[in-house]
């Protein structure tokens, strides 16, 4: 697995993040039973700057906690079946890894979140990671069943770490 992390603002957040986004994203490729080695590229950054990305990608003008970009379409959430019919699309040429997207986060909403939900900050990364995580599989939760999903999901994950509240 490749982790691209780049990190802005003078936000600094008080455990090793590089390390934690490993550890999730490992936890998350196993329980979908990813077969192929992936990669994934993690921004942290400012309330502001997600709040641009969020008016510009979702036509919403306000700071969000994480913004997912997935890289593949999928028939079913989580269904790597056809992935090596379409190569090109799909797994980077230089690595031969699968491309699973981009994970935006903001430093700003870690920080706050985990004091409005009395967890450690460590806890909501890795929750914001695992969530994002389904995203970049193929998961959403626009409807009450698909939210029910992968809220079930995202606990097992963490669950499967140790990360709890």
Do not use: W
């Not at 994203?25 to 990813?34: D, F, K, S, T, V």
């Not at 031969?96 to 909501?124: C, F, N, P, T």
Request: some cysteine.
């Amino acid at each position: 697995m490749s982790l691209y992390m780049e990190e802005e603002g003078a936000v600094t957040l008080p455990f090793d993040t590089e390390e934690t986004a490993e550890l999730v994203i490992e936890a998350a490729l196993e329980y979908e039973g990813c077969p192929y080695e992936a990669e994934i590229n993690l921004l942290l950054t400012t309330d502001e700057a997600i709040r641009e990305m969020n008016q510009m990608f979702r036509q919403i003008d306000k700071a969000t906690d994480v913004l997912s970009f997935p890289m593949l379409n999928y028939e079913k959430p989580g269904d790597f079946s056809d992935v090596e019919e379409r190569p090109e699309e799909c797994f980077n040429p230089e690595s031969g890894e699968l491309m699973l997207g981009d994970i935006v986060i903001s430093k700003d909403k870690v920080l706050s979140q985990a004091e409005a939900y009395g967890h450690s900050e460590r806890r909501e990364y890795a929750f914001l990671i695992a969530h994002s995580m389904l995203h970049l599989f193929g998961y959403d939760h626009m409807e009450e069943d698909e939210r029910l999903e992968m809220e079930q999901k995202q606990r097992e994950i963490l669950e499967k770490i140790q990360i709890l509240r």
